[in-house]
């Protein structure tokens, strides 16, 4: 294998950083002791710009690749995103019905509030839950509108939002070879 660039990162399986490397968490280092590093990634990923930077912050993150691909948004070195948990609301969900066709009733006197083999549904005793039937459903009757509604509620407890994963270690070369551009 060819010998590391300062800056580059790689993911190891192992649970330390090799000589020379350091781990992608986020820690604040100083410029003089790493200058060419500094040289070579600056600030950023944070840091005073007089006496430390901060290595890249690998935890808990997936690498993404800087630049646009079609139909994404521009990224740039650096940037983060993405939330580690998400509060779902009903805007989260597409619009839709819950259709449910019944039979129409031959017998009012069947009409009870609970249903059984031999009863019809119903609100009260001889309130239709049924609406109109349409031409579309000319056979059965659908349920009215003001007889069904939302169930459940918006929670404001956020779930986890996370894909699947694989945990390893990423580290970034801080002596190395210089990376020359072409």
Same mark, same amino acid.
């Given at each position: 294998?060819? @010998? ?34 500094? !040289? ?7 840091? @005073? ?20 691909? /079609? ?6 070195? *650096?940037?983060? *995103? ?19 066709? /019944? ?14 083999? !031999? ?11 049924? !609406?109109?039937?349409? =031409? ?17 509620? !918006? =929670? ?27």
């Amino acid at each position: 294998m060819a @010998d590391p660039f300062t800056g580059e990162i790689r993911a190891f399986a192992f649970t330390f950083p090799p000589a020379n490397w350091s781990q992608c968490n986020g820690q604040q280092v100083g410029i003089p002791q790493n200058n060419v590093l500094y !040289a070579i990634i600056g600030n950023t990923y944070g840091g @005073d710009l007089q006496t430390y930077f901060n290595l890249p912050n690998m935890l808990g993150r997936i690498p993404v690749a800087t630049g646009t691909g /079609v139909g994404l948004t521009p990224r740039t070195l *650096g940037q983060t *995103g993405g939330a580690d948990t998400v509060v779902l609301t009903s805007s989260n969900f597409p619009a839709h019905n819950h259709a449910m066709n /019944v039979e129409a009733p031959s017998n009012n006197t069947l009409l009870v509030k609970a249903p059984t083999a !031999a009863t019809y549904l119903s609100r009260t005793q001889g309130e239709f839950m049924y !609406a109109t039937p349409t =031409s579309t459903a000319p056979t059965g009757f659908s349920l009215a509108a003001n007889s069904i509604g939302a169930a459940g509620s !918006a =929670s404001t407890a956020p779930r986890a939002n996370d894909q699947p994963y694989l945990v390893v270690n990423f580290c970034i070369c801080q002596y190395g070879d210089f990376p020359v551009r072409p």
